[in-house]
Structure formats: C-alpha cells, structure tokens
C-alpha cells in the first residue's frame, strides 16, 4: 500500500503563497507508477480535487478553479515519491484541510476524481487570515 503523510500547513496570510508536501511511501497493489494527488476540503464542505500527477511522468492535472494559481509537481526518493503543491495568492476560500492521495494504479491518465484514490493521509490544515 502507499502511505501519505502531508506537511507544511499552517496559518497563512491572503495574498501570500502555500506550499505543502506530502511523502508518499510504498507501493501499489499493481503498477510501478500511479496517480498522486491534493484534495481539499473546507469546512461544511465537500471534497474538492486541486491537482493530480502522474508518479511515471507527464503534465499535472489542475481543477479548474484554482489552475492559474497552482503548480504541483513530484519527485522520486528513497522510500516512495514526494509530491509538492504550491499556490499563490492566497484567498480566504482557499483555507481549508489539505489532503494528499493515491491510487492504486491503472487510472492513468490522472484526473480529481475522488473514487480513484484508494490512499488517503491524515491531512495538513490551512487557516488564512485577512
């Protein structure tokens, strides 16, 4: 199984810029690569997908509603992989608990469906104040 652990939530300020982590170790029950992804949820709130990446390679996938202000990448490490999320601009919509996910494989290519991922971590919280 891949087992997620977010980092680098945190209070931020409108405007600025967050940045989270999340060490992914671990396999899948199948394929050597799989779908990574950030989700997001507020409070009173449903899910929301951020950002999803391909642990074999290609572009990340970004939700709409928040593409012009977020870049997600990932990188191999000696445990599993590590993938990174960054927005800019802050807004106060924009607080919420950040969760990092994987699949199991096979889903490729990656989108922000929430039935595709399998592994969840325990979430980082982001409060932002004005």
């Known amino acids: 199984q891949v087992r997620p652990v977010e980092s680098g939530g945190g209070s931020m300020e409108a405007g600025g810029t967050l940045s989270v982590s999340c060490a992914a170790s671990?396999?899948?029950?199948?394929?050597?690569?799989?779908?990574l992804a950030w989700f997001r949820r507020a409070p009173g709130k449903d899910y929301e997908g951020v950002a999803a990446?391909?642990?074999?390679?290609?572009?990340?996938?970004?939700a709409e509603s928040v593409k012009v202000r977020v870049a997600a990448s990932q990188i191999a490490t000696e445990t599993g992989r590590t993938l990174y999320l960054q927005m800019i601009g802050l807004k106060s919509e924009d607080a919420a608990m950040y969760y990092c996910?994987?699949?199991?494989?096979?889903?490729?290519?990656?989108?922000?469906?929430?039935?595709?991922?399998?592994?969840w971590g325990q979430g980082t919280q982001v409060t932002i104040s004005p």
């Open positions: 990446i391909y642990t074999g390679g290609g572009d990340p996938y970004y």
């Open positions: 996910a994987a699949d199991d494989g096979g889903n490729y290519p990656c989108r922000l469906d929430i039935d595709d991922y399998k592994y």
């Open positions: 671990g396999s899948t029950s199948g394929d050597a690569d799989y779908c």
